[in-house]
């Protein structure tokens, strides 16, 4: 009987010892699943959060004019985390941290609009897109011509991309920017060339200038130490605040916006937060009731075209992903549609006709010969896209 008891206990003893164990491995392998789960989702969160705030390129068209150019982000593609912004209101667009939106080119009857042919303008004349701006009917593009350092103005009805006028030159010189003033109903264009601090009036209707004067800097203003002040030297950017009736122009010589009022008359300075440096050039602008647009341009194939956003303080935003390759010239809007010119040049392989003496017979002869040559192309096209923010 002893003895039975003696087993019964240690097969209790062994029975409790086996349960605890059980009880501890359940406990670990909770905690190891919980652990394991919460590194998933962190990770998880933090991938979805460098593509929504980077943008990761994962398909590019940019080589074929007549093609879709197209930027995915990894959140994009999976189609869950990004939605486009539909519904806007008039002020304007939203940003949040860098994004990289899907940009379509503008097609005429199924074909890539390319504005220097379209307008009949020849290679090495008014070829080279600057300025660019939109009155919600109409796109309004600068055709600069770099030999005799002057401009045209064409304008293309959105609707249908087709060609309304163009202008003849109007002494608007380089014509960096062009923004379109709904109170006056005036275009107005920055000359950034010889006359740096000069702007024009254009009448959208003829496409004349109907006036021209120098805007006068005063030695000091609000914003800015007057050393800054002192070294504005020119524009080369150009916007219309209707809500404000005021004008927000980017600056030569110093990277600061100055805001004019409607008669052209320095009011104040905003000064830009810094941002990361990227080898860029400075374009056009753009402007909406909660940010200021500024178009950076990219000479290299390795590095993107960019649109940097400030709100209207001057506080850095983020940017906007364009597309490699090609130069960005300027920035309009028409709700949550944006526009974007791009300007490019290359040479492609070309054939004419030349005479040259052969013999035969021993006597020589002039024969009509086809021959090969590289021919210089300069382009211009238009890309939109919908800026996009994330769901809440």
């Known amino acids: 009987m002893r003895n039975q008891k003696n087993r019964n206990k240690k097969l209790a003893i062994i029975i409790s010892l086996v349960m605890a164990v059980s009880s501890m491995a359940t406990c670990e392998a909770a905690f190891a699943t919980d652990s394991i789960d919460s590194g998933l989702t962190k990770k998880v969160t933090e991938k979805q959060q460098k593509a929504l705030n980077a943008g990761i390129p994962v398909k590019d068209q940019a080589d074929n004019p007549d093609s879709d150019f197209e930027v995915l982000t990894k959140a994009e593609k999976n189609g869950t985390d990004m939605r486009l ?26 074909k890539a609009f390319e504005l220097t042919t379209k307008t009949s303008q020849k290679v ?11 009155d919600g009917k109409y796109l309004y593009y600068v055709l600069y011509n770099r030999n005799k350092e002057n401009s045209k103005i064409a304008k293309i009805r959105i609707s249908d991309m087709k060609v309304m006028k163009v202008s003849k030159a109007l002494g608007t010189e380089h014509g960096n ?19 740096k601090k000069r702007i024009s009036e254009i009448d959208p209707t003829t496409l ?18 007057d050393s800054t002040v002192k070294n504005i030297i020119g524009f080369r950017g150009i916007s219309y605040d209707p809500v404000t009736d005021q004008y927000v122009l980017f600056c030569k010589g110093r990277i600061v916006f100055l805001v004019l009022d409607a ?9 830009p937060t810094e941002q990361k440096p990227d080898p860029l050039m400075y374009q056009g602008m753009d402007l909406s009731q909660q940010y200021i647009y500024l178009v950076e341009s990219s000479a290299s194939y390795k590095y993107y075209n960019i649109i940097a956003a400030y709100d209207r303080e001057g506080n850095y935003v983020g940017k906007i992903f364009t597309r490699k390759g090609w130069e960005i010239e300027n920035m309009c809007h028409v709700g949550s549609t944006c526009y974007v010119g791009f300007y490019t040049a290359y040479y492609k392989k070309a054939y004419k006709y030349v005479y040259k003496y052969v013999k035969k017979n021993g006597k020589k002869k002039k024969k009509k010969v086809k021959v090969s040559y590289k021919k210089l192309v ?7 896209f919908k800026l996009q923010k994330p769901v809440e």
């Open 85 to 110: 912004m539909d519904e806007v209101t008039d002020q304007g667009y939203f940003m949040y941290g860098d994004i990289t939106p899907n940009l379509t080119i503008l097609q005429k009857n199924k």
């Open 124 to 134: 090495g004349y008014y070829d080279t897109m600057q300025g660019g701006c939109t």
């Open 177 to 195: 920017d062009i923004c379109y003033n709904s109170d006056t109903g005036m275009l107005v264009v920055v000359h950034n060339s010889t006359h």
């Open 208 to 225: 004349k200038v109907v006036n021209t004067l120098d805007v006068k800097i005063p030695t000091s203003l609000e914003g800015a130490p």
């Open 263 to 271: 008669e052209f008359n320095p009011l104040r300075v905003i000064r």
């Open 378 to 384: 300069r382009a211009n096209y238009t890309y939109k």
